[in-house]
């Protein structure tokens, strides 16, 4: 038998999904836990992608997670400060605030969320006193055969929220979910499976942020499933601004019905190694799907941003904008698949990926594919990658700005109209402060 | 009758012109491939000990690597055991000159429309002819090497200057390179080989003509050209084949070097047969092409116009090694039917102020796949690279695709790179506004499809230019409406 990619991993991972079986008392009969045994085989079979995998090129993080993270190590429990806690927040976010620390939902610094329409609970409730509707959701739009890190996702799940918004209902503030880490003095990995589906007519706004605290290492592996009903409006952010050791990866698959609206804006600012896979599925005629997607980097931080838009039915659009900026030694990774099946006339679909380059270690690896297999549409795709404009520096300079300065502005322009997509304030004020803060250095 | 009406009454009745064979005798290896038959075409062609090496050592890579899975196209596996290696027109002596040439070889490609008699021709393009495996002939030689450019088959190269070739061979593209390019080192037959001297500029064309004829063979020529220093050198390949049921391979590898200050421009029509319209047969064309600006300001440009083969699979590739050198590719890729294309290019920046330009045009019509790969990779030592890449796909009915894979890699910030892809149909507008001033559709979509190749086809030599737009209405014959 081939030595399958990450073994090491999987051979560490035997004993703790033993332990997690254990903790479950009872409930390793239930629906759910067959999705999780099942993945948990497949894992076993597939392995983790091998260096040379296509999707992972330029993105090693199987050796990488081979080498610094110990997966043996059990679940425990947070030790922060309330200060702490409070310093990750957005300030000035109004929204529905829920707390996870090292991924386990905390009651007791989440609100209390009662709006009509909108029912939150915990991956883990449903999974006790639903298990059989929660089976029905559970693993449908994340396959886990084509993807090791959904399949070990669906096999640790227990944490995380199942969101439902009924029909027709405009949920009056935005959702934010905080995922906080601790590493103070232990490594950790924590998984988090997000079940979200969007009734028919229905608007809602799910933000995730997800932060470390402490000075070791940590993994985080999330997936989401989010369904967008027919003429519904979802918006989701992501906002990732970890710790420099810390390894994350995330999955969101999203499917689209008919008339539907879904708009992702995924910023990522810090972190060791960090992967966003965006998959979204148009389903159905007349969907719209936008993709915001911003990187500013230093360090070593590395960066990769797969998005793939599946155009299945006619007169559907899709937007796509992604911009970086690589300071130091950090790499930035984008790849952006547009396809469009022979089904999809009368699509439009744009994608654009800008980057800069400010320093010679710093690198950027993009790939903007288009697979076409309908006639009538309207497709295109661009890319560059460069640095500052050099007269444009000049001309401020001659105003009398210092260089430093200059190029902030600069820089500040180039990822202003990504910010301004982000349409929440409070987010935008939050985003172009760290940044702000990073540029003048 | 206008132009454009004619071009395409012409090309209504025939599907494709040259899928005629001739039956001209021809010297045959057995099928199969093993380090006997690599010796076997090693002695046939009576080579030195050093190249048989070289082959032997080629042969040897190739069987332990696999054939490459990630191209965008599908084929039946090719069995490399039921295939002829070696495969040349029987001649009784080497002629020494082309009134010794066997006439009916002389027939065949006066019947494709190259003539090989000097006196005859008006234009100055020296070719060397190419019949399956063999160089039958070259022309213009004296006069080329007057000015010390040679010009000849490659195996006539092996035996008049072995220092120079084996100098350069395989520098650009190494044995191991790939399956296909390991694959011809072990078993290619010929080719041409072309090497200009220091500040010499080439006045005319030089050209290669490849014909496959004989049935169950593949094809294997090497072509490689030498420019030294501030020379310049055009280059044309053209290629045929004869219309077959089974599918032939065609593995050719293409070496260009330029010294500093030198220029290269090498075009090609590639018009093997693709198979008829249910997409049978067909040529495999899995070609390695890659050419080294190895001096400073020296200049490579790669032209081509795809309509044959069934399945393509071709790269020609730029290092851009020397400061202040420049690459070009310019492509258009016509599929038809249920022909396959995964072609484009890489562009290497290692100097300083390296420029690179890519224009890619894809149509694909039909049942057909047409796919554009390429690499923009710009080295950290690379200050202030330039790309600009542009790659545009026409699709022509609903059942067809087109796909784009660019792949940009840069590690230096001055670099400046620029990719930009858009894929569309022809306008109904557009069509109207034709329609409207009294040119039917037909002749309307024959239009539109050469203004947008325009940009491709005006970087190709005059003869050349016209060729191709004649092939580019004939892919497309068929395929409108």
């Given at each position: ?56 090129k330029f993105t ?206 995924t910023i990522a600012l ?21 993709m915001n997607g911003l990187y500013v980097l230093g360090g070593k931080t590395h960066v990769d941003n797969h998005t ?11 937007n796509e904008l992604y911009k970086g900026i690589m300071d130091d030694k950090s790499k930035g990774v984008f790849n952006g698949k547009i ?10 679909a744009f994608q654009s990926n800008k980057n800069i380059l400010m320093t010679n270690d710093a690198t950027v690896n993009t790939k903007p594919q288009l ?8 497709c295109s795709h661009g890319c560059t990658t460069g640095q500052l404009d050099q007269d444009a520096l000049f001309y401020l300079q001659a105003r009398?700005i210092k260089k430093e300065k200059a190029r902030a502005i600069l820089l500040h322009a180039f990822a202003s109209d990504v910010i301004e997509n ?13 940044i702000?803060?990073r540029l003048e250095k | ?255 260009i070097?330029a010294?500093k200050d030198a220029e290269v421009k090498y ?23 890659r050419g080294i600006c190895e001096g400073d300001n020296s200049k490579i440009s790669w032209t081509q ?10 790269y020609p590739s730029c290092i851009l090694k020397g400061d202040n050198s420049q690459g070009e590719f310019y492509s258009v ?10 072609t484009g290019t890489k562009m290497i920046h290692i100097g300083k102020n390296t420029k690179s330009r890519i224009v890619s045009k894809g ?8 796919s554009y790969r390429g690499q923009v990779q710009v080295m950290k030592r690379a200050e202030n690279a330039r790309n600009f890449s542009q790659c545009d796909s ?10 784009t894979f660019p792949y940009i890699d840069i590690e230096n910030q001055s670099a400046q790179v620029e990719h930009e892809a858009t894929t ?30 325009k940009e491709v086809?005006n970087q ?22």
């Amino acid at each position: 038998m081939t030595k399958l990619a990450g073994q090491s991993i999987l051979d560490s991972l035997a004993g703790r999904f033993e332990a997690f079986e254990k903790s479950l008392n009872g409930q390793s009969k239930s629906a759910v836990h067959q999705v999780r045994k099942e993945a948990f085989a497949s894992l076993n079979q597939t392995g983790f992608p091998a260096a040379k995998h296509e999707e992972y090129k330029f993105t090693n993080l199987t050796k990488a997670l081979e080498k610094n993270i110990d997966f043996g190590a059990n679940e425990r429990e947070a030790s922060l400060s309330s200060d702490e806690i409070e310093s990750v927040k957005i300030a000035g976010l109004e929204a529905y605030t829920l707390v996870f620390l090292n991924g386990h939902f905390s009651t007791e610094l989440s609100d209390d969320v009662s709006e009509a329409g909108l029912s939150i609970e915990t991956f883990n409730s449903v999974a006790k006193e639903n298990a059989d509707e929660l089976a029905a959701q559970f693993g449908q739009l994340a396959s886990t055969e084509d993807n090791p890190f959904i399949a070990l996702n669906t096999a640790f799940s227990q944490n995380g929220v199942v969101i439902n918004v009924e029909h027709n209902s405009v949920i009056s503030k935005p959702i934010a979910l905080y995922f906080i880490g601790e590493t103070k003095k232990d490594q950790l990995f924590y998984n988090v499976r997000n079940i979200v589906s969007v009734g028919e007519m229905a608007q809602v706004t799910i933000l995730e942020k997800f932060d470390t605290i402490g000075g070791e290492k940590a993994f985080s592996n999330v997936v989401n499933e989010i369904s967008v009903a027919a003429a519904a409006n979802a918006k989701y952010f992501k906002l990732e601004d970890d710790a420099d050791n810390t390894y994350h990866i995330s999955n969101v698959k999203v499917t689209q019905a008919k008339d539907s609206t879904f708009t992702a804006n995924t910023i990522a600012l810090n972190g060791a190694m960090v992967r966003n896979n965006l998959d979204i599925r148009l389903e159905d005629q007349g969907c719209e799907a936008n993709m915001n997607g911003l990187y500013v980097l230093g360090g070593k931080t590395h960066v990769d941003n797969h998005t793939v838009v599946d155009h299945l039915m006619p007169n559907s659009n899709s937007n796509e904008l992604y911009k970086g900026i690589m300071d130091d030694k950090s790499k930035g990774v984008f790849n952006g698949k547009i396809f469009v099946r022979q089904d999809a006339q009368k699509t439009n679909a744009f994608q654009s990926n800008k980057n800069i380059l400010m320093t010679n270690d710093a690198t950027v690896n993009t790939k903007p594919q288009l697979e076409i297999w309908a006639d009538d549409v309207k497709c295109s795709h661009g890319c560059t990658t460069g640095q500052l404009d050099q007269d444009a520096l000049f001309y401020l300079q001659a105003r009398g700005i210092k260089k430093e300065k200059a190029r902030a502005i600069l820089l500040h322009a180039f990822a202003s109209d990504v910010i301004e997509n982000l349409e929440i304030e409070a987010i935008q004020e939050h985003v172009e402060k760290i940044i702000t803060e990073r540029l003048e250095k | 009758m206008s132009n454009d009406d004619q071009i395409l009454e012409e090309f209504t009745s025939k599907e494709y012109e040259f899928g005629w064979t001739v039956d001209l005798e021809a010297d045959e290896a057995p099928k199969g491939l093993n380090e006997d038959i690599v010796r076997f075409i090693s002695a046939k062609k009576e080579e030195p000990e050093w190249l048989l090496e070289w082959r032997l050592d080629a042969f040897r890579a190739w069987q332990k690597m696999v054939e490459p899975q990630w191209p965008n196209v599908t084929y039946p596996e090719i069995d490399y055991q039921d295939l002829i290696y070696y495969s040349a027109p029987k001649q009784s002596a080497k002629p020494k000159s082309l009134d010794e040439v066997d006439p009916e070889l002389l027939a065949t490609f006066e019947k494709l429309g190259i003539s090989l008699t000097e006196q005859k021709r008006l234009t100055g393009v020296a070719v060397d002819a190419v019949i399956d495996s063999v160089s039958v002939a070259t022309t213009f030689k004296d006069t080329l090497a007057e000015l010390g450019i040679i010009f000849c088959s490659f195996s006539e190269a092996v035996k008049e200057h072995p220092e120079l070739v084996r100098k350069h061979m395989g520098s650009v593209v190494p044995v191991q390179d790939n399956y296909f390019a390991a694959l011809n080192s072990a078993v290619f037959s010929d080719g041409s080989f072309c090497y200009i001297p220091k500040g010499v500029r080439c006045p005319m064309e030089l050209s290669t003509y490849f014909r496959i004829n004989a049935a169950n063979t593949g094809q294997f020529e090497r072509t490689l050209i030498v420019a030294d220093e501030g020379s310049y050198v055009s280059y044309l390949e053209g290629c045929t084949a004869p219309q077959r049921d089974e599918n032939q391979l065609h593995a050719a590898v293409v070496e260009i070097k330029a010294a500093k200050d030198a220029e290269v421009k090498y075009s090609t029509v590639q018009n093997w047969y693709p198979g008829d319209k249910d997409g049978k047969g067909g040529i495999y064309n899995f070609v390695t092409k890659r050419g080294i600006c190895e001096g400073d300001n020296s200049k490579i440009s790669w032209t081509q116009v795809e309509t044959g083969s069934s399945v393509t699979w071709k790269y020609p590739s730029c290092i851009l090694k020397g400061d202040n050198s420049q690459g070009e590719f310019y492509s258009v890729a016509v599929t038809n039917n249920y022909q396959q294309a995964d072609t484009g290019t890489k562009m290497i920046h290692i100097g300083k102020n390296t420029k690179s330009r890519i224009v890619s045009k894809g149509i694909s019509a039909g049942h057909s796949q047409n796919s554009y790969r390429g690499q923009v990779q710009v080295m950290k030592r690379a200050e202030n690279a330039r790309n600009f890449s542009q790659c545009d796909s026409l699709l022509m009915g609903s059942l067809c695709g087109a796909h784009t894979f660019p792949y940009i890699d840069i590690e230096n910030q001055s670099a400046q790179v620029e990719h930009e892809a858009t894929t569309s149909k022809i306008g109904e507008d557009q069509i109207f506004y034709c329609q409207q001033r009294g040119i039917d559709e037909e002749s309307a979509v024959a239009l539109i499809v050469n203004g947008y190749a325009k940009e491709v086809l005006n970087q190709l030599p005059m003869e050349f230019a016209v060729e191709a737009q004649k092939l580019l209405a004939l892919t497309l014959e068929g395929s409108v409406g």
